[in-house]
C-alpha cells in the first residue's frame, strides 16, 4: 500500500496575472479576420446589387469575378455576411431567399388517430 504524505500533494493557489495571461492568449485564437476586411468598395458593391438591381448572391459572385475585384467571396459567405448583419442588407431585400430559416411546422393529427366525440 503507498501512502502519500499530504504535505506533498500539489496546492493550486488563483493568481490573477496567470490568470489575465491566460485569457489574453485566448483572446488572439478567436477564428479568422473577415475575408471582406476593410474592402468598403466590395461591400458597397454587394449591397448596391442586392437593394437596386436585385441581384441573387449566386449572380453577385459572379459579378465579383468578372469586375476581377480583389477580394473573391463565394455566395455562401455573401449569405452569411447577410444573416450576421455584416452587409447592411437584410433577408427581406432579397427576391429570393426570404424565408425563415429551419422554421418549424406543427404536424397535424391524423383523422385516424383522432379520439372519437361519440
Known amino acids: 500500500m503507498h501512502v502519500v504524505d499530504i504535505k ?5 493557489k488563483y ?3 496567470v490568470a489575465q495571461r491566460k485569457n489574453e492568449e ?13 474592402d468598403m468598395k466590395l461591400a458597397n458593391f454587394i449591397e448596391k446589387e442586392i437593394k437596386e438591381e436585385k441581384s441573387s448572391p449566386e449572380v453577385i459572385e459572379y459579378k465579383i469575378k468578372q469586375a476581377k475585384f480583389e477580394t473573391t467571396l463565394c455566395f455562401k459567405t455573401i449569405y452569411n455576411y447577410i444573416d450576421k448583419e455584416i452587409l447592411e442588407v437584410k433577408r427581406k431585400d432579397l427576391t429570393c431567399g426570404n424565408y425563415n430559416k429551419k422554421e418549424k411546422f406543427k404536424k397535424e393529427e391524423s383523422e385516424f388517430l383522432k379520439p372519437n366525440k361519440d
Open 15 to 17: 493568481c490573477a496575472e
Open 26 to 38: 485566448n483572446e488572439t485564437a478567436k477564428g479568422t479576420n473577415l475575408k471582406i476586411g476593410n
Open 8 to 12: 506533498y500533494l500539489p496546492v493550486w
